[in-house]
């Protein structure tokens, strides 16, 4: 007893004072504790930690000629798409579940990210080759559950399949049938026929080389090969086909019904010129080939650094030489169109008109076949169409690594914010308690003692 009252006289206070005093309170400090603990529980959980989460989703992305980085209507594909306005908008629209998800609200937060999951090195440069596999990340923040981001994402990652399909159906496969209708000439519009012809087997082959001549695509409830939807355009516009129509044209020089006599002596003269500028510079290259030879002839140990310049020299002037060729054969034709026969002489340069004394040919005849090659193309390119879109829809898709989003957390630990504020909270509330009651019992000692006495007599 003496040493507990020396230690209270040294020290001021005892831990088992402390004690005492926290006991007779135990309840008020045990309630507060639990309280506080609630609070910061419900807190951490309701309002920091969603905030803190991150819903990632991982997906592959595949669609005909997808390495190329292009739309099928040959617009740029940026990754970057899956988190533009337009994407992740038209995501909410696709399901009435994300009606209430506060979309705008995301974007204008920059919630949303996405990278691509794979890079492979390419061999020409130091160019990365984009692999088709992609991670789209949100901030959870939004999202009343895991399943909800999860579908979300989801929807996100499938904007790109009904981008491509769209392209697809809405792109314009007939620019040469366009071009076809616009020209002056009938020379321009075989060369148009021509052009479409070659542009739908170019497509075909594409198809091929991606899935294989014996892939089938069925139309009307009917199935074929690409290989077959592919022989029926070599069908069309055959070579035999378009020289006929040429040699008729170049014979008769048939004059298209936009096509004027004013406008065709501007043509003829823009002609002339072109193939009298192509003369100078020919005759400028074969100058200096003939320098070339007078060198090599002196020293023939050059032949490593002149064997090259001859022929890029001799390619020139060939390109050159089959131009004009093509140029005089324009020009019988446009003098046909006005009745003139045109002669020419390659090495004098000379020129030669008379009228035209044969009889023309059958003009509406020859209308006529251009026509049905052109109604046949028209229709080749419709079917084209139709392929294109049903092969589109069936191979292009995307395929998720996880059915779930990933759930990538920064947030607290619910657990250990319970258990501390539990402690924090008690020692302090014991604190507070062993100080109102000293407060008292000092305040009490201060002062002074009552006098229990009666007065005196």
């Given at each position: 007893m003496q040493e507990e009252e020396q230690e209270v006289k040294e020290g001021g206070v005892t831990f088992g004072e402390i004690v005492r005093v926290v006991l007779k309170k135990i309840w008020y400090v045990l309630g507060a504790s639990a309280l506080c603990t609630i609070i910061a529980v419900l807190l951490v959980h309701f309002v920091i930690n969603p905030g803190a989460v991150t819903y990632?989703?991982?997906?592959?992305?595949?669609?005909?000629?997808?390495?190329?980085?292009?739309?099928?209507?040959?617009?740029?594909?940026?990754?970057?798409?899956?988190?533009?306005?337009?994407?992740?908008?038209?995501?909410?629209?696709?399901?009435?579940?994300?009606?209430?998800?506060?979309?705008?609200?995301?974007?204008?937060?920059?919630?949303?990210?996405?990278?691509?999951?794979?890079?492979?090195?390419?061999?020409?440069?130091?160019?990365?080759?984009?692999?088709?596999?992609?991670?789209?990340?949100?901030?959870?923040?939004k999202f009343e559950s895991k399943q909800l981001a999860s579908q979300y994402l989801r929807a996100v990652g499938e904007q790109i399949i009904l981008r491509v399909n769209e392209s697809v159906a809405k792109f314009d496969n007939g620019v040469n049938l366009t071009a076809y209708e616009n020209a002056r000439t009938f020379s321009e519009k075989i060369d148009r026929l021509v052009a479409q012809k070659d542009y739908l087997l170019s497509r075909y082959d594409n198809f091929i080389t991606a899935y294989g001549e014996n892939y089938e695509v069925t139309l009307a409830q009917t199935g074929r090969t690409i290989r077959s939807y592919r022989s029926e355009v070599e069908l069309a516009m055959d070579s035999l086909t378009e020289q006929v129509l040429r040699s008729d044209l170049a014979n008769n020089g048939y004059r298209g019904p936009t096509e004027g006599e004013d406008l065709v002596r501007i043509t003829i003269q823009e002609l002339k010129e072109e193939r009298s500028e192509n003369r100078r510079i020919i005759a400028a290259l074969q100058s200096r080939l003939d320098d070339l030879y007078t060198i090599y002839k002196a020293d023939s140990s050059s032949s490593s650094t002149l064997v090259p310049q001859f022929e890029a020299f001799h390619t020139q002037i060939a390109t050159l030489t089959t131009r004009n060729e093509q140029i005089n054969t324009?020009?019988?034709?446009?003098?046909?169109?006005?009745?003139?026969?045109?002669?020419?002489?390659?090495?004098?340069?000379?020129?030669?008109?008379?009228?035209?004394?044969?009889?023309?040919?059958?003009?509406?005849?020859?209308?006529?076949?251009?026509?049905?090659?052109?109604?046949?193309?028209?229709?080749?390119?419709?079917?084209?169409?139709?392929?294109?879109?049903?092969?589109?829809?069936?191979?292009?898709?995307?395929?998720?690594?996880?059915?779930?989003?990933?759930?990538?957390?920064?947030?607290?630990?619910?657990?250990?914010?319970?258990?501390?504020?539990?402690?924090?909270?008690?020692?302090l509330g014991s604190v507070v308690v062993y100080a109102v009651d000293c407060s008292k019992r000092n305040k009490a000692a201060s002062q002074p003692p009552q006098d229990t006495e009666g007065p005196e007599a």
């Amino acid at each position: 007893m003496q040493e507990e009252e020396q230690e209270v006289k040294e020290g001021g206070v005892t831990f088992g004072e402390i004690v005492r005093v926290v006991l007779k309170k135990i309840w008020y400090v045990l309630g507060a504790s639990a309280l506080c603990t609630i609070i910061a529980v419900l807190l951490v959980h309701f309002v920091i930690n969603p905030g803190a989460v991150t819903y990632a989703t991982t997906f592959t992305v595949q669609y005909p000629n997808r390495e190329t980085l292009q739309y099928p209507d040959g617009t740029e594909f940026n990754y970057q798409d899956f988190i533009s306005e337009e994407f992740l908008l038209a995501a909410k629209q696709s399901d009435e579940k994300f009606a209430d998800l506060d979309v705008e609200g995301m974007i204008a937060k920059d919630a949303f990210s996405v990278g691509i999951a794979s890079l492979e090195k390419v061999q020409d440069g130091e160019k990365l080759e984009d692999t088709g596999t992609y991670t789209i990340s949100v901030k959870g923040g939004k999202f009343e559950s895991k399943q909800l981001a999860s579908q979300y994402l989801r929807a996100v990652g499938e904007q790109i399949i009904l981008r491509v399909n769209e392209s697809v159906a809405k792109f314009d496969n007939g620019v040469n049938l366009t071009a076809y209708e616009n020209a002056r000439t009938f020379s321009e519009k075989i060369d148009r026929l021509v052009a479409q012809k070659d542009y739908l087997l170019s497509r075909y082959d594409n198809f091929i080389t991606a899935y294989g001549e014996n892939y089938e695509v069925t139309l009307a409830q009917t199935g074929r090969t690409i290989r077959s939807y592919r022989s029926e355009v070599e069908l069309a516009m055959d070579s035999l086909t378009e020289q006929v129509l040429r040699s008729d044209l170049a014979n008769n020089g048939y004059r298209g019904p936009t096509e004027g006599e004013d406008l065709v002596r501007i043509t003829i003269q823009e002609l002339k010129e072109e193939r009298s500028e192509n003369r100078r510079i020919i005759a400028a290259l074969q100058s200096r080939l003939d320098d070339l030879y007078t060198i090599y002839k002196a020293d023939s140990s050059s032949s490593s650094t002149l064997v090259p310049q001859f022929e890029a020299f001799h390619t020139q002037i060939a390109t050159l030489t089959t131009r004009n060729e093509q140029i005089n054969t324009e020009l019988i034709i446009r003098y046909a169109s006005i009745g003139q026969d045109y002669r020419y002489d390659a090495v004098t340069d000379t020129e030669e008109l008379s009228e035209l004394t044969e009889e023309r040919g059958d003009q509406a005849a020859f209308e006529k076949r251009l026509k049905e090659q052109y109604d046949l193309l028209a229709e080749l390119t419709e079917t084209y169409h139709s392929v294109a879109v049903k092969l589109y829809a069936t191979e292009s898709q995307v395929r998720f690594t996880t059915m779930q989003a990933v759930t990538e957390s920064a947030g607290v630990s619910v657990a250990l914010v319970a258990v501390a504020t539990f402690v924090v909270v008690f020692l302090l509330g014991s604190v507070v308690v062993y100080a109102v009651d000293c407060s008292k019992r000092n305040k009490a000692a201060s002062q002074p003692p009552q006098d229990t006495e009666g007065p005196e007599a």
